[in-house]
């Protein structure tokens, strides 16, 4: 347990309520590799996905949770957390006044192989134009995150991650 009811589970997610396991893959070595630099997630000017936690209740916090259209969590798996939350199509992200604090799209997307859909700040070429990807990320999200795939089979996406 972690302070404050949150519970640990595998693969590197901590939340307050009931989650299932979340493997090992290609996402999470992306998350893995931000942490290794000792690189936290966002600061204040970024999107909230992507902000820093040590807990579920540090991310979104202009936010009624229970608003959300997902439950919020804290992938572990970076230096100082990053925040997301479930969905399950893109419309669930961003579709809260506050949710979001700028005007660049999130993504739902597949986290891994696992079928788990989590929101994520888009840098598909149809949101980025003619933008390099990586400069992207670098300017909207955190300047150590890049633009990756999901891993997520034949639905990934690209994001902004470390």
């Known amino acids: ?5 949150g519970q640990w589970y595998g693969g590197g997610v901590k939340n307050q309520g009931s989650f299932g396991r979340i493997g090992m893959g290609m996402a999470m070595v992306a998350l893995a590799a931000g942490a290794a630099l000792g690189v936290g997630a966002c600061s204040g000017d970024g999107e909230q996905a992507g902000q820093a936690c040590d807990a579920p209740a540090d991310c979104y916090p202009d936010v009624d949770p229970a608003d959300l259209k997902g439950e919020v969590l804290c992938l572990d798996k970076v ?4 925040c997301t939350h479930r969905c399950t199509t893109d419309a669930d992200c961003c579709a809260v006044d506050g949710e979001c604090k700028t005007g660049h799209p999130q993504v739902c997307a597949p986290f891994e192989s696992t079928g788990e859909m989590l929101c994520f700040l888009s840098c598909e070429k149809d949101v980025i134009g003619d933008q390099e990807d990586t400069a992207y990320c670098h300017e909207f999200a955190n300047d150590v995150f890049g633009c ?3 891993g997520g089979g034949s639905l990934n996406r690209k994001v902004c991650v470390p």
């Open 79 to 82: 230096t100082g957390g990053y």
């Open 1 to 5: 347990m972690k302070a404050g009811g």
């Open 148 to 150: 990756r795939s999901t």
